[in-house]
């Protein structure tokens, strides 16, 4: 399989610089740590919001950080789009006879981002080991989805950010505060910022069914219907098929850089 | 000489000026992120109130910290740590002025100009908002003066901590893992990822006397009268303190640094 080869040569190029790999993914790593003592400081503070103390924050933290460091490891490409047009590697793409999503995922995977899947899967576990959670096999598939659904949420998001780039040629920076919001967003439970968020961040971009509501059917707290919060994830999936969409009508407008 | 080290100030300081459309996206970022902040601090306060850090007191504080973000977020200046990674700082070698300095005068021009392109806006949007999101004026005027001498203490502060990136570039060169190093540590006991008033106070105690702090911390809590004028006096002498020593450790990490320096060739 042609991913199979990509993927190999992006292991072997980050196996030349070994240290600068290990590196760079030790001290992303200390980001999200630095992040998580905040909270933990946080909470020795507060001890709870809206009902939702410190291990249920760090469920939904790890959540967060596993989906996106996910999606930022295997779908870089889309978020560096602009890189792929600026040096005319986009129009080399468009010639070839393979699908072209298929290229742009296998243009780039970062290595680095896998040091901080591991920390999301850790803080999942270590959350799910403190809480009291009644599990049945419906919350099992219903937390599995969630994780999905966080994956392609993010995806989602940088392909509408590749598709500005189609026109910009630059990165639009204001695309960051939706991804990096979304991010930020996630690890409270969202209901505790203003409605017009709230609403941003449900409707228009599924953040909230990766965390909030799953979590809320898992944990059985919150005021929405329990059979709303269940399929939830897997009303969230179907995001990413308009960015899709979106993105391969905006295609047809493009024009190479020339480079 | 010291002519020099103001024209590369100055040239910097221009250079930056330059990237306006990088201010104005910036604003946008730091603006929602004050909303994001607030909403979810008012909801923790509104649950269990803080002595002394109402929720206006809070909102100002943050903010004052998105308004002056550039200069609180350490980052490693400009081009330098692609000369340190690519080896073009020795050329530098050559030249008659000290290295320490030369990087100083570049950070602190760059630092200078990015926060002058983003307070005003963002101050003046925050001072109109409505509710609970709104901005105060400081507590009285030598509030507004021992703020004004503490963010420029801030600066210097700013700078003089990412020389350390500098420094831990020359020992791992990855410019991009040692900025982030220097900056998360910074930013945990700088107030940047939480409020430090909102720390429990025993480990307000000891991070109250670290340096992050006294990047932008104390200037905002002077403002909003979280820290009165006595105390605002003594720990701005102790920030001064702190600066003057890690001026003095950089500039001696910085020579072992570039003496062990191999340069390749090429």
């Known amino acids: 399989m042609l991913y199979n080869k990509f993927l190999k040569m992006h292991i072997k190029t980050s196996m030349q610089y070994r240290f600068n790999t290990l590196f760079i993914g030790i001290t992303q790593v200390l980001v999200n740590?630095?992040?998580?003592?905040?909270?933990?400081?946080?909470?020795?503070?507060?001890?709870?919001?809206?009902?939702?103390?410190?291990?249920?924050?760090?469920?939904?933290?790890?959540?967060?950080?596993?989906?996106?460091?996910?999606?930022?490891?295997?779908?870089?490409?889309?978020?560096?789009?602009?890189?792929?047009?600026?040096?005319?590697?986009?129009?080399?793409?468009?010639?070839?006879?393979?699908?072209?999503?298929?290229?742009?995922?296998?243009?780039?995977?970062?290595?680095?981002?896998?040091?901080?899947?591991?920390?999301?899967?850790?803080?999942?576990?270590?959350?799910?080991?403190?809480?009291?959670?009644?599990?049945?096999?419906?919350?099992?598939?219903?937390?599995?989805?969630?994780?999905?659904?966080?994956?392609?949420?993010?995806?989602?998001?940088?392909?509408?950010?590749?598709?500005?780039?189609?026109?910009?040629?630059?990165?639009?920076?204001?695309?960051?505060?939706?991804?990096?919001?979304?991010?930020?967003?996630?690890?409270?439970?969202?209901?505790?910022?203003?409605?017009?968020?709230?609403?941003?961040?449900?409707?228009?971009?599924?953040?909230?069914?990766?965390?909030?509501?799953?979590?809320?059917?898992?944990?059985?707290?919150?005021?929405?219907?329990?059979?709303?919060?269940?399929?939830?994830?897997?009303?969230?999936?179907?995001?990413?098929?308009p960015c899709i969409i979106i993105f391969n009508l905006c295609l047809k407008k493009y024009k190479s850089t020339g480079t | 000489m010291n002519k020099s080290y103001l024209g590369i100030f100055k040239?910097?300081?221009?250079?930056?000026?330059?990237?306006?459309?990088?201010?104005?996206?910036?604003?946008?970022?730091?603006?929602?992120?004050?909303?994001?902040?607030?909403?979810?601090y008012v909801a923790f306060l509104n649950d269990t109130p803080v002595n002394g850090f109402s929720i206006s007191q809070m909102a100002t504080y943050i903010w004052l910290g998105q308004a002056f973000f550039a200069m609180r977020f350490i980052t490693m200046p400009k081009r330098t740590g692609d000369n340190i990674v690519n080896g073009n700082v020795s050329y530098n070698f050559v030249r008659p002025l000290d290295l320490y300095n030369n990087w100083f005068c570049e950070n602190l021009g760059q630092k200078i100009a990015a926060t002058l392109l983003r307070f005003p806006l963002i101050i003046v949007i925050a001072l109109f908002l409505p509710g609970n999101l709104k901005m105060y004026a400081p507590v009285n005027i030598t509030a507004l003066l021992l703020t004004i001498l503490g963010i420029i203490l801030g600066i210097c502060l700013s700078v003089a901590i990412s020389m350390f990136a500098v420094y831990l570039t020359f020992k791992t060169l990855s410019q991009k893992g040692s900025a982030t190093i220097v900056a998360t540590i910074s930013g945990l006991l700088g107030g940047i990822v939480i409020p430090l008033p909102l720390m429990p106070q025993s480990l307000q105690n000891v991070i109250n006397y670290l340096p992050f702090r006294f990047i932008s911390d104390l200037p905002f809590r002077i403002y909003i009268g979280n820290i009165g004028i006595t105390e605002g006096l003594i720990f701005l002498g102790i920030g001064i303190a702190w600066l003057i020593v890690l001026i003095i450790i950089g500039k001696l990490l910085i020579k072992s640094a570039l003496k062990n320096t191999v340069i390749q060739g090429g």
């Open chain 1, 33 to 241: 740590i630095g992040e998580v003592l905040g909270v933990w400081i946080l909470f020795s503070q507060f001890t709870s919001v809206k009902g939702y103390g410190f291990y249920e924050c760090l469920l939904m933290m790890g959540i967060v950080f596993t989906v996106f460091s996910f999606a930022e490891c295997f779908a870089r490409g889309y978020d560096e789009f602009h890189m792929l047009i600026k040096s005319g590697e986009f129009d080399r793409m468009l010639i070839r006879p393979v699908n072209i999503h298929y290229q742009i995922l296998g243009s780039k995977i970062e290595l680095t981002k896998l040091a901080r899947m591991a920390l999301g899967i850790a803080l999942v576990i270590i959350a799910l080991v403190n809480l009291n959670i009644d599990w049945s096999f419906l919350k099992i598939l219903v937390l599995i989805s969630s994780f999905i659904c966080g994956i392609t949420t993010i995806t989602g998001l940088f392909i509408i950010s590749a598709t500005i780039s189609i026109f910009t040629i630059e990165q639009f920076e204001f695309v960051n505060i939706f991804t990096n919001g979304a991010k930020e967003t996630a690890y409270y439970p969202i209901n505790i910022y203003a409605k017009w968020m709230t609403k941003i961040f449900t409707y228009v971009i599924p953040v909230a069914c990766f965390n909030y509501l799953p979590l809320s059917y898992l944990l059985e707290i919150g005021n929405v219907p329990m059979w709303l919060c269940a399929i939830s994830p897997l009303i969230g999936i179907v995001f990413i098929v």
């Open chain 2, 11 to 40: 040239m910097e300081f221009k250079g930056e000026l330059q990237y306006r459309n990088k201010a104005i996206s910036g604003i946008f970022t730091q603006f929602f992120w004050g909303l994001l902040q607030i909403y979810l």
